[in-house]
């Protein structure tokens, strides 16, 4: 099955700053990532996509960027604000439609 | 739509004791996980369905474990007997495959507690 691989586990960021989540995946075939952001005691919400046949997709201030060939897909927030901390999971949807997330990141943003 | 509605939002149950469960998916989603979320193991698929059918269960630890869909509009998992180490949030997710709608839609996830 496929396996997702998150990094870093926690990360502070000061407000303003940019913020960067790593995820590699082991199923080749996985065709679609999306990402999750989950608030403190509520659900994962979708916040950004990217399919197998695009490199990098923004969105305001969220950017996801995939590299097919590595298996590497990448989260990148900039311009970082206190709600912007949550926890961020990645997955990877394989040809079944199953789902595989990641482990999650925590970010904090310091005011 | 009201969204992936799961239930109860807390269940606080002793050791031993049967646990269920319940979950009613988007209308019209095809697809139904549960995921259970610890702090050491983040979410991890337990089962998923496809149009009411099992498709892989192999993420269930173990046979005190048990999912059904018995419609489209509605599933369960039970734990019986449950143990404190079942402890966690699970959730409840559906989705629609078609070429422009593929994410999962959770809901509110259910906290179990066992004493």
């Known amino acids: 099955g496929e396996n997702v691989e998150q990094h870093p586990s926690t990360l502070s960021v000061q407000e303003g700053d940019s913020a960067v989540i790593k995820c590699t995946y082991s199923?080749?075939?996985?065709?679609?990532f999306p990402w999750y952001k989950q608030e403190l005691g509520k659900r994962p919400q979708l916040i950004i996509d990217?399919?197998?046949?695009?490199g990098e997709k923004k969105d305001q201030r969220i950017a996801v960027t995939l590299n097919k060939t590595a298996k590497h897909f990448s989260l990148h927030i900039t311009e970082t604000q206190p709600e912007d901390s949550a926890v961020y999971f990645c997955?990877?949807?394989?040809?079944?439609?199953?789902?595989?997330f990641g482990t999650g990141t925590s970010l904090t943003v310091i005011p | 739509d009201a969204g992936v509605i799961q239930s109860p939002r807390h269940e606080v149950t002793e050791m031993g004791q049967e646990v269920t469960l319940r979950c009613k998916p988007i209308s019209g989603h095809d697809y139904l996980f549960w995921y259970r979320q610890t702090m050491m193991r983040g979410l991890e698929l337990l089962i998923y369905?496809?149009?009411?059918?099992?498709?892989?269960d192999s993420g269930m630890p173990e046979d005190r474990f048990s999912a059904k869909m018995p419609n489209a509009s509605f599933s369960t998992l039970k734990i019986q007997p449950s143990e404190p180490r079942d402890s966690a949030v699970y959730f409840c997710?559906?989705?629609?495959?078609?070429?422009?709608?593929?994410?999962?839609?959770f809901g509110q996830g259910t906290r179990l507690t066992v004493v």
């Open positions: 990217i399919r197998s046949n695009v």
């Open positions: 369905f496809n149009n009411n059918v099992p498709i892989d």
């Open positions: 997955a990877a949807r394989n040809t079944g439609n199953q789902f595989y």
């Open positions: 997710a559906s989705s629609r495959r078609t070429p422009s709608t593929t994410e999962a839609f």
């Open positions: 199923d080749s075939a996985s065709n679609y």
